[in-house]
Nanobody
């Protein structure tokens, strides 16, 4: 069973930065496509960024140039560096892993104040 545990969320002022981490267990991490989704109140869960097993990254248009996803296969961890945060980035951020099936973390709250 795949387990994903997020950390690094919190409250930050507009223009600030946060780094999210997601530690994976129960899977051969390097074979998974991993990524981050977010869900704001009353909205659907949307992709923020993902990275394939070969390291190809994909970003939502709204975060391009501000967020960077990276993975550390040796430590079974995926990161999301978020810079120039804006109030519209406020959401619960979920770690996601895909190999044979989909796995989700429990989510971490990111709140950006104006």
């Amino acid at each position: 069973q795949v387990q994903l545990v997020e950390s690094g969320g919190g409250l930050v002022q507009a223009g600030g930065s946060l780094r999210l981490s997601c530690a994976a267990s129960g899977t051969i991490f390097r074979f998974n496509e991993v990524g981050w989704y977010r869900q704001a109140p009353g909205k659907q869960r949307d992709l923020v960024a993902s990275v394939t097993p070969t390291g190809r990254a994909n970003y939502a248009d709204s975060v391009k140039g501000r967020f960077t996803i990276s993975r550390d296969n040796a430590n079974n961890t995926v990161y999301l560096q978020m810079n120039s945060l804006q109030p519209e980035d406020t959401a619960v951020y979920y770690c996601h892993a895909l190999r044979v099936g989909h796995s989700w973390g429990q989510g971490t709250q990111v709140t950006v104040s104006s």
